[in-house]
């Protein structure tokens, strides 16, 4: 795990009075979310990229998902902690072609 995102993640969780070990930080990550962006389809689940807010830190991992009942870790899914990442905002221009009305 990326180790200036470990300490940021350890310091915030210190102050709030959540726990410090390597789960309780990957814990933290997934549960601060705020976009998901589909990756690709397997056959028992999804993978996604995802960025989370934490204490100002965009920080991104790689998730999945299934649609059934049994979680993707169930399935036999493994997360990988070398996901952990920062990122940055970047805007992107989407270009749609429209019938003409005429």
Do not use: P, Q
């Not at 814990?27 to 690709?40: Q, T």
């Not at 990229?49 to 790689?62: A, K, T, Y």
Request: with cysteine; glycine share 8%.
């Amino acid at each position: 795990m990326n180790e200036k995102i470990k300490n940021h993640v350890i310091k915030y969780n210190e102050a709030k009075g959540y726990g410090t070990t390597d789960e309780d930080i990957i814990e933290m990550i997934m549960k601060s979310e705020i976009w998901r962006g589909d990756e690709s389809s397997h056959r028992w689940w999804m993978t996604f990229f995802g960025v989370s807010m934490v204490d100002g830190m965009l920080i991104g991992f790689e998730g999945a998902e299934t649609t059934g009942d049994d979680s993707a870790v169930e399935k036999g899914w493994k997360f990988d902690s070398s996901s952990i990442c920062e990122v940055e905002v970047k805007a992107v221009t989407t270009v749609v072609y429209k019938r003409k009305m005429e």
